[in-house]
């Protein structure tokens, strides 16, 4: 039995490191100090002045234990509802699970693989929370869109 193989490159994301990034990993890798030291300090600092007088900012390990904390500082919890995109890293949703709610799963767009506000808008229910909004590849939802829906129910 004769079988074509057939061998395709499906392209999820490709890492863009930088020589300057590299060399950044490299400092605080020779340092003494690979966690919460001088760089976490100095980007928390940053951020904040970014964000404005009133902010504070935390560095945490991972984008699953930012949504972790951001869940908790909202008050979500057991009988709430997060939607979160069907194709999406699962600590998306494990974030969502860590604090009692309910992952709802919700299809993206095939062009983009992003969430689209007509979907989340099908998906609301009056246990709904928050929407997990994430960015495929670093393309953007149409968030003016998504806002609407989230601001119509609060």
Not at 45 to 72: D, I, R, W
Not at 75 to 91: F, R, S
Not at 123 to 140: C, L, Y
């Amino acid at each position: 039995m004769n079988q074509t193989v057939c061998k395709r490159s499906i392209p999820f994301g490709r890492p863009w490191v930088s020589e300057e990034d590299r060399q950044a990993v490299a400092q605080v890798l020779n340092g003494h100090i690979l966690t919460h030291g001088p760089e976490c300090a100095a980007f928390e600092n940053k951020f904040a002045q970014f964000m404005g007088p009133e902010a504070h900012c935390v560095t945490v390990s991972s984008g699953m234990a930012a949504l972790h904390l951001a869940y908790l500082h909202f008050g979500i919890g057991k009988g709430d509802e997060v939607i979160v995109p069907a194709m999406t890293h699962i600590a998306t949703v494990h974030a969502v699970e860590w604090v009692g709610a309910t992952p709802v799963f919700v299809d993206c767009d095939p062009n983009t693989g992003n969430l689209t506000a007509e979907a989340i808008a099908a998906a609301v229910t009056s246990r709904t929370k928050a929407i997990s909004v994430v960015h495929f590849q670093g393309i953007p939802c149409n968030m003016p869109e998504i806002m609407d829906i989230a601001n119509a129910h609060d």
